[in-house]
């Protein structure tokens, strides 16, 4: 029989995030009452259920059993091999063509396709590991952490587990449910949570799953390809003769900006990419370069315990 872990989670139930909670009930407290008493001792309450729940769920991790990236995968941060721009055209138009034959235009409600994205995820990951690691299911529409970090659509508290989503993201919401939730099972580098949910959805089988993984797969290898040129994203995605369902999609994914989100992305991605790399990762650069390269340097690994044949499509 399989070994079991369960992490508690228990801020996840919570009616709001309990971090939201303990930032702003003071500020709410004097605005509404015209004093912070009232808020500073609901803030001290949620903090409390906040570090006692962090402390349950650490206490829980202490007997997982980590995957190993470079022994598994035959890479990992550090040790990616980049990626030929030739290699990702070719790509791309492989990707597109694989989107289109296999196109669902299913969807499935966000509480339903939580659930079964951490299955999956619990899973495959115990298929390395021989452990299954049990987590909460639960995702929120909203957090405070929206106005921090606009450009992003979705957030893990590491600390509590809390996930929010942050608007309907359509045939790419598998992939982003699973990435938070490999956060939320321990795991809080970008490139692990990328590449585990990826490999994750793509052997679940389920259509809508592996539709969002190529997705997200080639609207990563797009940014790359694109860069900073906001234009040229959309002119790739025109020129790969998709379904207009899926163009719709990829092209969503890059929007004009407002004026709000133009000024506070630039400051908090320079910042955010700087913690990144203060945590022994390679920045923002992770989320798309840094993926799309673990998936080239682990197809080509002669040394990885797990079959290569995974990142095939």
């Known amino acids: 029989m399989m070994e079991e872990i369960r992490i508690p989670n228990d801020a996840t139930y919570a009616p709001v995030a309990l971090m939201d909670v303990i930032a702003a009930a003071p500020l709410a407290s004097r605005i509404l009452l015209g004093a912070t008493l009232p808020g500073r001792v609901l803030s ?28 598994e995968f035959g890479c990992d941060v550090k040790t990616l091999e980049s990626m030929p721009e030739s290699a990702r055209r070719d790509e791309i138009f492989r990707l597109a063509a694989r989107l289109n034959e296999g196109y669902t235009s299913e969807r499935v409600a966000r509480p ?42 979705g957030v893990c508290d590491v600390v509590s587990g809390d996930v929010a989503l942050f608007k309907d993201t359509g045939i790419f919401e598998p992939h982003i449910i699973g990435h938070e939730f490999v956060h939320r099972k321990g795991y809080w580098k970008e490139l692990h949570a990328q590449a585990l949910s990826y490999l994750a959805l793509m052997s679940s089988g389920d259509p809508v799953m592996v539709q969002a993984a190529l997705a997200e797969r080639l609207h990563r290898q797009l940014k790359v390809l694109a860069g900073s040129d906001h234009q040229a994203y959309h002119d790739l995605v025109d020129g790969l003769d998709m379904r ?70």
């Open 44 to 71: 001290a309450a949620a903090l409390g259920i906040y570090a006692g729940s962090a402390a349950k769920d650490w206490l829980s991790r202490r007997d997982m059993r980590w995957i190993d990236f470079p022994k």
């Open 112 to 153: 339903d396709l939580a659930v079964a994205v951490n299955e999956h995820l619990t899973e495959y990951m115990a298929g390395i590991t021989g452990q299954r690691v049990f987590t909460s299911s639960e995702v929120r529409d909203f957090t405070l952490a929206k106005l921090i970090f606009p450009f992003a659509m």
């Open 244 to 313: 207009s369902e899926l163009a719709d999609a990829l092209h969503a994914l890059r929007p004009e900006p407002g004026v709000y989100e133009t000024s506070v992305s630039l400051v908090m991605k320079r910042l955010y990419d700087e913690r990144l790399k203060l945590t022994g990762q390679n920045g923002l650069s992770d989320y798309d370069e840094g993926f799309t390269n673990f998936l080239w340097t682990y197809s080509r690994s002669k040394r990885a315990r797990q079959e290569a044949r995974q990142v095939a499509f």
